[in-house]
């Protein structure tokens, strides 16, 4: 039978010597980004990379609240990897809310999936403190509105923004508290980056894309799989 594994995250363990769960030369890995890819070790699977497909939410950008949006899960609980000491220090410098389950503590708890567009579109600009997990779907959504999106310069999303034209991202936090302050200054500067964003992510994470890759891919390996079975068959009859 055609065997395809969908891998969403990268490595926990180390993020370059974790040998994959999956073991298998006959089962097709499929990653849903290269960062992914690059950083398992894959062991004898063949690999595949799907980037994401979210839709386009019938939700304008606004950018009225002089405030960056921060939307993560449960950030006391999974700490530095997902940036909780990242938020915490600029939110000393920097106005920023947060948003999600868990999240009444230190912020303003959770927002239903579907009233997100529309909250998180009033919003100055979007902030990803996250150090280390694959591209969210938060971050593509987002940009689908036209809200700026301003994160740190690590995983797949250093293949996504263009640092000054569609967005910002850098290693360097101080950097990005300044280029925060300057959008909150600058609603203009807000809405360009915001609209080249919108443009990365309309071409290259559309739903339309994403079912042709899938659709795509299961052909494929539907058909690697008839083909091993029609010789299978063929060496028994000779």
């Not at 964003?197 to 339309?208: A, D, L, P, S």
């Amino acid at each position: 039978m055609p065997k395809i594994y969908l891998e969403h995250d990268p490595p926990r363990q180390t993020p370059t010597d974790t040998k994959h769960i999956v073991d298998d030369p006959e089962v097709l890995l499929v990653h849903v980004t290269h960062f992914n890819q690059l950083m398992w070790d894959n062991n004898r699977c063949p690999t595949h990379v799907i980037d994401h497909g979210v839709l386009v939410p019938q939700v304008e950008y606004s950018g009225e609240l002089d405030r960056g949006i921060v939307v993560i899960n449960n950030i006391q609980k999974r700490g530095r990897r997902l940036g909780l000491d990242v938020f915490l220090e600029l939110r000393k410098h920097v106005p920023l809310d947060l948003i999600g389950m868990g999240s009444e503590e230190l912020g303003l708890g959770e927002v239903k999936h579907g009233d997100l567009p529309a909250f998180i579109s009033k919003y100055r600009f979007f902030f990803n403190p996250i150090r280390y997990t694959s591209l969210g779907l938060s971050i593509l959504e987002t940009m689908m509105i036209g809200i700026p999106v301003v994160g740190l310069a690590t995983t797949e999303l250093v293949t996504v923004i263009q640092n000054g034209v569609s967005g910002y991202i850098h290693t360097d936090t101080n950097y990005l508290a300044e280029r925060m302050t300057e959008l909150i200054r600058d609603p203009e500067m807000a809405t360009k980056l915001g609209r080249e964003g919108q443009k990365v992510v309309q071409e290259r994470f559309n739903i339309n894309r994403f079912a042709r890759d899938w659709e795509s891919t299961f052909n494929i390996v539907i058909k690697e799989a008839r083909s091993k079975k029609s010789a299978i068959r063929l060496g028994a009859n000779v």
